[in-house]
């Protein structure tokens, strides 16, 4: 029997009661898998919750891993008590902690059987006695390449988990993910990198990979692009804790601005007459868009509890676009739904990039079915700009004009920014206009993370700045409200950017003769505006 006793010894343990039935919807089309599939819930809900900290605090990484496991089948396989499990328990062991390969393989065998415990050899030797159960597998030893070769039907064909466990332990177990990670300090030969562009080659479209690569630029390059072409997705998810059980929650459609005029915001539906206000007007416009919103795992986690992000106690002074990746509705319903609510009137969310996941749209296979899902899941969370990130030199506007235009014309985008990979401000301000109208926009700018100019222009290109060298940029920029060259988005990087310095930036544009800095929707409604008129 699974004892109250035994789950306090493992470590840190909240079972949280529900008298509300967990009925977490799906769009239709997208991977995500639903809490408790093919059972009846109707009964009193609970879901497991653990305190990594507290458990490494009074236990040890051992603990964390038994933890993260038994609440990923818990939140798959709803319970109504543990004690159901008392005839049918399964324990997938592991020896050595410390290996990375055999603790991922583990995790995978547990995700691949029904109510599986997973505990080290010494653990199992301590409290084997108290448990009615027994070993079905032992990762001891084994190696992963042939395992999942042995079986790769054992595990989802829809979900594929790349990460340092035990971050996602619990959703790779949910999701009956294969889990896995390719460090390549790690992993010298190569095998487990070949092992994922072989799982990754299996993935039916339309599929999501969780996680991350470690290795930076080039092996990111490759671990996107890999999806890409495989018709997928990444999420890059590797700080997540808690997934399984916090993607159960199903809320009501998310309002940006909740009360406000829902049409006047949406240039689309507006009457073109009324969206560009100070036509002729010898203004330079300006919005600013927070990077990296595709960190579904860490970033986004942190910005509710970071003083330098979205939690800062000046956010709000400036009008901000805030990358967020739309498919939290699907996987982190609770942190979307606060993040709206605590959001200002000069916070706006941008999906993105590059839509529902992580992806580059010149390397995507079948981006119309991409392009079908992201706008569903923008038109659940409200967002109505998009932005997309290329994997490749863009080079010229014909170009990303090219590669936009499909998303552009989608009605629930109003408005798509631009950026390469490798340099944001590669387009250096570029603009091209969809068939129906929408604006596509490159970067002229972007925050660099380097402390000089100097460093900025020898990483990057002129538009990538320091954020202390944009006022002295923009003040030679064209004032001309009825023209493309009036118009400027500003890339903020959000790992070396704070709010602080962005609201000292706001003050000094806006201490600028005719620079007006405005959220992502008005800029998408002026430039509109300008584009209808045939201005350039």
Known sequence: MIRQGLLLLLGSLLLLASTTTVLASRLPGTPYPVPSQGLNCSHNQAMVIYDRATILANGGPEDTLALAALAGWYARDCPLMLEEYEHQSAVVLYTNVSNLNEVNLAISMVASHDAALLLSARQWKLYGEQLNATVVANATGLDPVTIWEAQPKAWSSRIFVVADSPYLADYAVFARAFFMYADP????????????????????????????????????????????????WVHCADGAVNQAS??????????????????????????????????????????????????????????????????????????????????????????????????TPNDEFVAGPSGLGYTYPDE??????????????????D???????????????????????????????????????????????????ASDGTPIVGARMWTCNHATLEDCLF??????????????????????????????????????????????????????????????????????????????
């Open 364 to 381: 995507l296979r079948d981006s119309a079915t991409f392009i079908n899902l992201t706008s569903a899941v923008m038109n659940k969370t």
């Open 383 to 433: 967002m109505h700009t998009l932005n997309l990130i290329s994997g490749n030199p863009i080079e010229t506007v014909v170009r990303f004009q090219e590669i936009a235009e499909p998303y552009a014309r989608d009605p629930q985008v109003d408005g798509v920014y631009y950026y390469n990979y490798f340099s944001y401000d590669e387009l250096i301000g570029a603009t091209a206009v």
């Open 246 to 343: 916090l993607t159960g929650f199903d809320l009501p459609q998310y309002k940006q601005w909740p009360g406000q005029n829902q049409t006047a915001l949406r240039p689309k539906v507006a009457p073109a007459s009324t969206l560009h206000p100070s036509d002729g007007a010898a203004i330079h416009t300006v919005t600013l868009l927070w990077t990296d919103g595709d960190n579904t795992g860490g970033y986004d986690q942190q910005t509710l509890i970071d003083d330098n992000h979205f939690n800062a106690p000046g956010r709000g002074h400036a009008p901000m676009g805030w990358t967020v990746s739309p498919a939290l509705a699907e996987l982190y319903p609770a942190l979307l739904l606060e993040l709206y609510r605590n959001a």
């Open 185 to 232: 300090v790690a992993d010298p030969t190569g095998s487990m990198t070949h092992l994922f562009y072989r799982i990754t080659r299996t993935l039916q479209p339309q599929s999501a990979i969780l996680g991350w690569m470690p290795g930076g630029v080039p092996r990111e390059l490759l671990f996107v692009t890999a999806a890409a072409q495989n018709a997928s």
């Open 459 to 536: 990483s990057c290109g002129p538009g990538c700045l320091p954020i202390t060298a944009i006022p002295d940029f923009v003040d030679k920029l064209q004032r001309n409200a009825s023209s493309v060259h009036g118009y400027s988005l500003i890339a903020l990087d959000a790992w070396s950017n704070t709010v602080s310095a962005v609201n000292t930036l706001v003050d000094s544009l806006h201490a600028l003769d005719g620079v007006e800095v405005v959220l992502p929707s008005e800029f998408n409604r002026r430039l509109r505006a300008v584009l209808a008129n045939g201005h350039a």
